[in-house]
């Protein structure tokens, strides 16, 4: 008789599916959900699954506070990496309108009428902040300026950083200012007005403590531009030393550089190694940089080389490279990605790459030493007999492209688009997927073609450590030092999948898309898209063709999480005749473990594209009528979404469960 996985005693069970991923988990749970769902929801097993897989995620933050239990924090999880990878968001709405917005950490800054709201949308919020700049103006300045400008810059923990222009042309002051934008903080406390004042060509990046500004005019030993940074501690005012990054090549954030602020240390990373092309190189390295926020001095500043590929894997075509820094929900370290588009091995066809590798100092414990870099040369390479004094090259042993850090699009993947129709593009490591926000055209009521934004992903899951074949474990690759430690594991691609359908109701093509309209017979153009993506939610702004670059445009978010519920959102349902209708929900349904996080997460990424200054007028500050609390220029008022009305459900959790089952078995 066989045995029951079911009926076995909780301690042999425990040790079965510690050896599961947290998706297999959720799934094994799913296939006899009587028993093994019972038994799966011990909360003993599930805090253990939360310690292994999601540790430093929002949810296991939540479960550890014993604000949902450890089962919700899997499940949920499960939830929201599934409906990303597949394509089926929870909700879709218009945020608001305005000029342009920053959103990390779960909130959304944007620019509107001459105001800048905030709304955390983690937490669903029903009211937003407001910060009036005109009489924000009158109370720093103590006289409104006629003509002023606002370019937002960074939000992280708490704090938003913008720059401030105000007179004709915008030339007439400079200010950059950070507002701490936390819940109960004094208002006579919210305002830091930074003395340094950026070039043309600079970034901004800040958490609670300290606002560091980076700018590409530094002066190097051999003439060339260097960054250099300086910092400004927001408790006490204080600027901090300037310091200067050597051999930090690159000017283009996001293709060939990347800065982010974790964990009190400022990172820099580059893929570049030099100004110029070597004619004689082997080797490419990720040169990276990271020093203590309080303490930036040069005995302070840290400086790794990790291997990013051989030159002989093939070209690269540059216009498709993306860089960036993520945290990993499992380990809290840092993780580089980056999107590669190459001839590999001297192939005819591109093929698009994601890779993926940790980020790991000296007082981080996962064996950095084996991906340290040396200075040699690859032994009875003939092109090293043509080396001379000018040359510099680099050379180092491969370090093998683990399945896990390495994710191929397939050649012959459908659904393809231009770079010029790729208005954004991501990765996101926890759902094992790639986001594309592309310009698809479609046909209209009047057969003919107009474009469209959706979302297009791609995404794989592990496969079982059987070979089917063989009916053996797959063996590990096997190194000069022996197998290579992960190197067995498989994963097999997804089918690309593309949303909102081509059938989707008509109101929800309206919200998504600004030029929508299935009776027209012309084709409206969409212009730039400026977008945002962390693990939980695509925030865009599109900019049809028709629009001034200052008009305002619609924000809207597109979310993955079944744990984010807005309230006012309408969903299709059956009356009783049967037929489909829309039907609003004036209060979100909210399940008893239905709890988000008041706080600041990680794991973001920006679309790399300047978004155009928000100018105005004075007479153009319009007064508040839906003021909840006003304190002089910093007033909290209901959110502008619930004002709109323009939201919808998606799915629910089953529809992504059964979606899930029916890609696998594929």
Not at 93 to 119: A, E, K, N, Q, W
Request: proline share 5%.
């Amino acid at each position: 008789m066989p045995l029951d996985i079911a009926t076995l005693p909780l301690e042999l069970l425990f040790s079965i599916v510690s050896y599961l991923n947290l998706e297999d988990f959720v799934k094994l749970g799913k296939t006899n959900r009587k028993i093994l769902g019972e038994v799966l929801h011990d909360e003993r097993i599930n805090k253990e699954m939360v310690k292994r897989h999601i540790a430093h995620s929002k949810e296991a933050r939540l479960a550890d506070r014993h604000l949902i239990s450890y089962a919700m924090a899997v499940e949920r999880t499960f939830q929201r990496r599934e409906a990303f990878a597949l394509a089926v968001p929870y909700s879709a709405l218009i945020l608001g309108s305005g000029t342009s917005f920053v959103y990390r950490d779960g909130v959304v800054c944007y620019v509107d009428r001459g105001s800048i709201r905030i709304l955390d949308v983690h937490q669903a919020a029903l009211v937003e902040y407001v910060v009036n700049l005109r009489q924000f103006s009158n109370h720093w300045w103590k006289g409104s300026k006629p003509f002023f400008s606002v370019d937002l810059l960074h939000c992280q923990d708490g704090v938003l950083s913008f720059l401030y222009r105000s007179g004709q042309n915008f030339a007439e002051e400079t200010w950059l200012i950070a507002i701490d934008i936390r819940e109960n903080h004094p208002i006579d406390k919210r305002i830091r007005l930074v003395t340094l004042v950026p070039n043309s060509k600079f970034f901004v990046r800040n958490d609670s403590h300290f606002l560091y500004v980076g700018s590409y005019n530094g002066m190097g030993s051999f003439g060339s531009r260097e960054w250099v940074l300086q910092g400004y501690d927001l408790s006490n005012g204080q600027l901090q030393p300037i310091l200067n990054l050597p051999n930090l090549y690159g000017s283009d954030l996001r293709q060939t550089l990347a800065f982010e602020i974790y964990d009190g240390y400022l990172y820099a990373l580059s893929n570049q190694s030099s100004f110029e092309v070597e004619e004689i190189d082997w080797t490419s390295y990720f040169h990276c940089y990271r020093f203590p926020l309080h303490t930036p001095t040069g005995e302070h500043l840290e400086r790794r080389q990790l291997f990013r590929r051989q030159h002989r894997e093939g070209p690269i075509n540059d216009s498709w490279t993306h860089l960036d820094l993520h945290k990993d929900e499992r380990t809290g370290n840092l993780l580089i990605t980056e999107c590669r588009r190459e001839w590999k091995n001297g192939q005819s066809a591109q093929q698009r790459t994601y890779y993926s590798a940790p980020l790991l100092f000296s007082d981080q414990t996962e064996g950095i030493d084996s991906q340290d870099v040396g200075v040699s040369y690859p032994a009875g390479d003939p092109l090293v007999k043509v080396l001379d004094e000018r040359s510099r090259p680099n050379w180092s042993e491969s370090v093998p492209h683990l399945p896990r850090n390495c994710h191929p699009e397939p050649i012959d993947a459908p659904h393809t688009f231009l770079l010029a129709k790729t208005k954004y593009r991501t990765f996101i490591p926890s759902s094992l997927a790639y986001l594309d926000l592309v310009i698809d055209v479609v046909p209209t009521n009047t057969r003919h073609w107009q474009q469209q934004i959706r979302i297009r992903l791609g995404s794989r899951i592990q496969c079982s450590p059987i070979d089917q074949d063989t009916k053996l474990l797959y063996k590990p690759t096997v190194g000069d030092e022996g197998p290579i430690s992960d190197s067995e594991e498989r994963f097999t691609d997804r089918e690309i999948a593309l949303w909102p359908p081509t059938n989707a109701p008509v109101e929800l093509l309206d919200l998504l898309n600004p030029a929508h309209d299935p009776n027209v017979m012309t084709s409206r153009t969409i212009g730039d898209v400026f977008a945002v993506a962390d693990e939980r939610s695509l925030v865009y702004m599109p900019a049809p063709s028709f629009r001034s670059r200052v008009e305002n445009k619609n924000i809207i978010l597109v979310n993955f999480d079944s744990g984010i519920k807005f309230q006012g959102l309408t969903r299709r349902e059956r009356n009783e005749s049967g037929k489909r209708i829309w039907v609003k929900k004036e209060k979100a349904e909210v399940m008893k473990d239905d709890v988000i996080e008041t706080g600041h997460g990680i794991g973001w990424v920006n679309s790399g594209k300047e978004q155009p200054p928000s100018a105005f007028r004075e007479e153009d500050q319009e007064g508040s009528q839906t003021a909840r609390e006003q304190r002089g220029w910093w007033s909290v008022e209901d959110a502008k979404y619930l004002e709109i009305g323009k939201g919808f459900e998606v799915p629910t959790e089953q529809a992504v469960y059964k979606q899930t089952v029916r890609s696998n078995s594929g």
